[in-house]
């Protein structure tokens, strides 16, 4: 069983700057990969970034550029630092482990981009 808990969002003027965080309960050189997604309100869930275990980076098309996934193997913590936000960025935000075959979600932080 992984835990996985996020931390990190609120509410930021748009062009603003906001850094996520995404702790893990084991270390997280044991996980396959992590990522983050956004949910916009009304509409899925998306992925934005991910990070896998050879630390490989992926990002979606509307965050490229501004947001930046990383990871700090001591602290058992995936970062998102987000930059020049946009009101299309306020959602929930959250943190997905795939370890061991299964996936583990984190209960999600509200970010809000005010225009």
């Known amino acids: 069983q992984v835990q996985v808990v996020e931390s990190g969002g609120g509410l930021v003027q748009a062009g603003g700057s906001l850094r996520l965080s995404c702790a893990a309960s084991v270390s997280i050189s044991t996980i396959k990969a992590m990522g983050w997604f956004h949910q916009a309100p009304g509409k899925q869930r998306e992925l934005v970034a991910s990070?896998?275990?050879?630390?490989?980076?992926r990002y979606a098309d509307s965050v490229k550029g501004r947001f930046t996934i990383s990871d700090d193997t001591a602290k058992n913590t995936v970062y998102l630092d987000m930059n020049s936000l946009k009101p299309e960025d306020t959602g929930v935000y959250s943190c997905l482990a795939e370890h061991m075959g299964r996936d583990y979600w984190g209960q999600g932080t509200q970010v809000t981009v005010s225009s």
């Open positions: 990070i896998d275990d050879l630390g490989v980076t």
